[in-house]
């Protein structure tokens, strides 16, 4: 496009769509993480993410029609509960095989 023979009108247009756009792809790729991240919060606070989930689809589908049926179950938007705790292991220190003569140890020239 050759800005150069746009009227001030016409360019002034052509930065507002440019802006809108830029705008739109900015939510497009922000708003997901977003909802995740106050879901999250949410849940861990102790709300129920599902009352959430059903609000949406109740106030989504007059927008956009119902949900699609799919083969399984809809995975949780959330973990249910917190991942248990890896145990603590304590140091495995092998004892020394007298079988084994000792490698020597720089400058240790009695092994």
Partial sequence: MDYTTLTDEELTQA?????????RRYRLNTVPEQIKD??????????????IQDAMIEQLSPIVGPRPVTDGPAPDPVPT????PLPELDPVV???????????VDGDTTG
């Fill in 81 to 84: 509960t917190d991942p248990e």
């Fill in 94 to 104: 092998p004892e020394p095989d007298p079988t084994v003569d000792p490698v020597p």
């Fill in 38 to 51: 106050f879901l999250l919060r949410y849940h861990a606070d102790g709300g129920d993410v599902y009352a």
């Fill in 15 to 23: 930065r507002l769509d440019v802006a809108n756009e830029i705008e």
